[in-house]
T-cell receptor, first 112, second 112 residues
Framework: SQTIHQWPATLVQPVGSPLSLECTVEGTSNPNLYWYRQAAGRGLQLLFYSVGIGQISSEVPQNLSASRPQDRQFILSSKKLLLSDSGFYLC???????????FGDGTRLSIL | TQLLEQSPQFLSIQEGENLTVYCNSSSVFSSLQWYRQEPGEGPVLLVTVVTGGEVKKLKRLTFQFGDARKDSSLHITAAQPGDTGLYLCAGEPIGSQGNLIFGKGTKLSVKP
């Protein structure tokens, strides 16, 4: 069966520090991968998606970047965090575009 | 812009009551999914509906896809505290080659 792992579960970082959140999927090949940010009352905001290794599409201009160094690994990064980067970050995978998505347990990021 | 509007935004009920939450759009969707998200966790897929007028049942949960495939509803019978969570609908706009569109969710609280 397929599983998705996302870590860390919580993270507290100072403003201006770098960020690296990692997501890995097991039990499937060539998944579509997604990074979302979820703020209270705003639903899920799609940040990045990837249809293959090295292929990243950005949905919104922002202070973050994403990379897919391996088929089942998706990384969310920042060189310098802003206060506005605080939030709940979710990684997800699907078998293809518009297919049901399966989410990790999320990372609660707090910027101080 | 294709939007999925969910209502109500918040719902607080007593254990044993019935409830219905709605997901509406002016766009036609090829399929629509419902997810439930508990605090501090990622959304979990409950059901996918693909045919206009389709009704699916999952224990005490009944999902319906509108005949015109522009809307969907989720009805819970005899709600229990374990039903508490954020219910999200997500859809694949017809003809779309892009990603799922998510509603902002209905936050349900079932009190014992």
């Amino acid at each position: 069966s397929q599983t998705i792992h996302q870590w860390p579960a919580t993270l507290v970082q100072p403003v201006g520090s770098p960020l690296s959140l990692e997501c890995t999927v097991e039990g499937t090949s060539n998944p579509n991968l997604y990074w979302y940010r979820q703020a209270a009352g705003r639903g899920l905001q799609l940040l990045f998606y990837s249809v293959g290794i090295g292929q990243i599409s950005s949905e919104v201009p922002q202070n973050l970047s994403a990379s897919r160094p391996q088929d089942r690994q998706f990384i969310l990064s920042s060189k310098k965090l802003l206060l506005s980067d605080s939030g709940f970050y979710l990684c997800a995978w699907s078998a293809g575009p518009n297919q049901p998505q399966h989410f990790g347990d999320g990372t609660r990021l707090s910027i101080l | 812009t294709q939007l999925l509007e969910q209502s109500p935004q918040f719902l607080s009920i007593q254990e044993g009551e019935n409830l219905t939450v709605y997901c509406n759009s002016s766009s036609v969707f090829s399929s629509l999914q419902w997810y439930r998200q508990e605090p501090g966790e990622g959304p979990v897929l409950l059901v996918t509906v693909v045919t206009g007028g389709e009704v699916k049942k999952l224990k005490r949960l009944t999902f319906q896809f509108g005949d015109a495939r522009k809307d969907s509803s989720l009805h819970i019978t005899a709600a229990q505290p374990g039903d508490t969570g954020l219910y999200l609908c997500a859809g694949e706009p017809i003809g779309s080659q892009g990603n799922l569109i998510f509603g902002k969710g209905t936050k349900l609280s079932v009190k014992p």
